[in-house]
C-alpha cells in the first residue's frame, strides 16, 4: 500500500506536492489552497523518507505571519476538518487548542515539540477511528449473517457485539496498524 500511496502523490523521496511547497523557497497560501482543492487533504499526515510530514519544513524558516497563516491553513484542513467530519467534537476542540499554542509559540524547538504532539494526536485518532469503524463492521456482519436463524442466546444487539469476534481481531488489526504508523 505505501508504494500505491506513493506512486500517486509522491516522489522518491516520499515527498508530496505539499512536502515540495512547503519546503520551497517560496511559499504561498494561495498556491496550499489549490494543492488542498485537487489533492487528498489526509496526504498532509504523510512522512517523506526522512520521517517529515509536510508542515515540518515550516519549522525551518522564520516564523512570520505568512508562515503561520501557511500552517493554519494546513493543519486546520489536515486535523479540524477531518475530526469535524468523524463527529468528535472534543478531538476537534483539542486539536485548535494545540494549533492555536503552535501558532502563538515563539521559540522554534517549542513549535517542533507541540507539531510532534499533533502529529502524534491524528495518529492515535486515525487509529481509534479505524478500529471502530472495524469494530462496527464485524458487529454488522454478525447481525447479518445470524438473521435468518437467530440463536436464543444471541437474541439482542449486545450478543452480536459480543460474539463478532472484535475482542479477537481488532488486536491483530492495532499491531498492523502500529507497524504501518511506525513506517
Same mark, same amino acid.
Given at each position: 500500500?505505501?508504494?500505491?500511496? $506513493? $506512486?500517486?502523490?509522491?516522489?522518491?523521496?516520499?515527498?508530496?506536492?505539499?512536502?515540495?511547497?512547503?519546503?520551497?523557497?517560496?511559499?504561498?497560501?494561495?498556491?496550499?489552497?489549490?494543492?488542498?482543492?485537487?489533492?487528498?487533504?489526509?496526504?498532509?499526515?504523510?512522512?517523506?523518507?526522512?520521517?517529515?510530514?509536510?508542515?515540518?519544513?515550516?519549522?525551518?524558516?522564520?516564523?512570520?505571519?505568512?508562515?503561520?497563516?501557511?500552517?493554519?491553513?494546513? @493543519?486546520?484542513?489536515?486535523?479540524?476538518?477531518? @475530526?469535524?467530519?468523524?463527529? $468528535?467534537?472534543?478531538?476537534?476542540?483539542?486539536?485548535? %487548542?494545540?494549533?492555536?499554542?503552535?501558532?502563538?509559540?515563539?521559540?522554534?524547538?517549542?513549535?517542533? %515539540?507541540?507539531?510532534?504532539?499533533?502529529?502524534?494526536?491524528?495518529?492515535?485518532?486515525?487509529?481509534?477511528?479505524?478500529?471502530?469503524?472495524?469494530?462496527?463492521? @464485524?458487529?454488522?456482519?454478525?447481525?447479518?449473517?445470524?438473521? $435468518?436463524?437467530?440463536?436464543?442466546?444471541?437474541?439482542?444487539?449486545?450478543?452480536?457485539?459480543?460474539?463478532?469476534?472484535?475482542?479477537?481481531?481488532?488486536?491483530?488489526?492495532?499491531?498492523?496498524?502500529?507497524?504501518?504508523?511506525?513506517?
Amino acid at each position: 500500500e505505501n508504494a500505491r500511496k $506513493h $506512486h500517486c502523490f509522491a516522489d522518491a523521496f516520499g515527498m508530496t506536492p505539499f512536502h515540495v511547497l512547503l519546503s520551497s523557497a517560496t511559499r504561498r497560501v494561495d498556491l496550499l489552497g489549490v494543492l488542498l482543492e485537487n489533492c487528498p487533504s489526509h496526504i498532509l499526515g504523510w512522512k517523506d523518507r526522512f520521517g517529515k510530514r509536510a508542515t515540518d519544513y515550516l519549522l525551518g524558516f522564520c516564523w512570520t505571519e505568512d508562515t503561520r497563516s501557511l500552517m493554519k491553513l494546513a @493543519l486546520t484542513v489536515w486535523t479540524t476538518d477531518r @475530526l469535524q467530519v468523524w463527529g $468528535h467534537e472534543a478531538w476537534r476542540e483539542e486539536s485548535l %487548542r494545540r494549533l492555536d499554542e503552535l501558532l502563538n509559540e515563539q521559540n522554534q524547538s517549542q513549535r517542533e %515539540r507541540l507539531l510532534g504532539n499533533i502529529g502524534a494526536a491524528m495518529e492515535r485518532y486515525e487509529r481509534f477511528e479505524a478500529t471502530s469503524l472495524l469494530e462496527l463492521w @464485524l458487529w454488522k456482519m454478525m447481525m447479518k449473517s445470524t438473521l $435468518h436463524h437467530v440463536d436464543s442466546e444471541v437474541s439482542d444487539r449486545s450478543g452480536y457485539r459480543i460474539q463478532c469476534g472484535a475482542s479477537f481481531i481488532i488486536p491483530v488489526v492495532l499491531i498492523w496498524l502500529n507497524k504501518v504508523a511506525q513506517e
